[in-house]
């Protein structure tokens, strides 16, 4: 694996540098990746959870330090009643059998019910998900690996990162199936 320098770190990040400690995606959001990911998370698919999972686990390298625990995004009850599953919850599920990783389902929440991301401009994504998680974990000293689906803007990832430091997590990776590049940058 290559170092991480500037020439690696988008410009948006340099300005403004996430809460994070790195992140890994394993696909571009585009054809075909987009319609199995939609697939998964909306008909839904589960079919497609290892096929995505296996890519994801393709690019975390060998030589890596794992986390301690996966903490898959959370999704508010609501959207949980709903959709029936949440897909973050179910792509940490497979990582964690083939890695042996500690799965923590239950140690973060989402305790507010935001409009969907898709539906916001870039710039409001980040107020839409502000206060939106909590987290009765204690992970001092610990690295935990948030999972997801898609990265679009980070917003959520970096105020569920936000939460997980004030815990005590001393390092957070970020482990997507798909990063969404957008218009500008790719």
């Keep these: 694996m290559l170092p991480i320098t500037p020439a690696h770190i988008c410009g948006s990040c340099l300005h403004n540098p996430p809460v994070w400690t790195n992140a890994i995606a394993a696909l571009r959001y585009t054809f075909p990746v987009d319609a199995m990911i939609q697939?998964?998370?909306?008909?839904?698919?589960?079919?497609?959870?290892?096929?995505?999972?296996?890519?994801?686990?393709?690019?975390?390298?060998?030589?890596?330090?794992?986390?301690?625990?996966?903490?898959?995004?959370?999704?508010?009850?609501?959207?949980?009643?709903?959709r029936g599953f949440n897909q973050a919850l179910e792509i940490g599920r497979y990582l964690c059998k083939q890695t042996s990783i500690t799965l923590l389902l239950d140690a973060c929440s989402r305790s507010r019910d935001t409009v969907s991301q898709t539906?916001?401009?870039?710039?409001?994504?980040?107020?839409?998900?502000?206060?939106?998680?909590?987290c009765q974990q204690d992970l001092t000293g610990k690295h935990v690996a948030i999972v997801d689906d898609v990265m679009t803007s980070g917003a959520t990832l970096n105020e569920l990162s936000k939460v997980l430091r004030r815990q005590g997590a001393v390092a957070i990776s970020i482990w997507v199936v798909a990063r969404a590049i957008p218009r500008r940058l790719s």
């Design 119 to 134: 539906e916001l401009p870039w710039r409001k994504r980040q107020k839409n998900v502000r206060g939106a998680f909590a």
């Design 39 to 82: 697939a998964l998370k909306y008909r839904p698919d589960l079919t497609l959870t290892p096929i995505l999972a296996d890519c994801l686990l393709s690019v975390i390298p060998s030589s890596a330090t794992l986390p301690d625990y996966v903490i898959p995004v959370p999704i508010h009850a609501v959207r949980l009643r709903q």
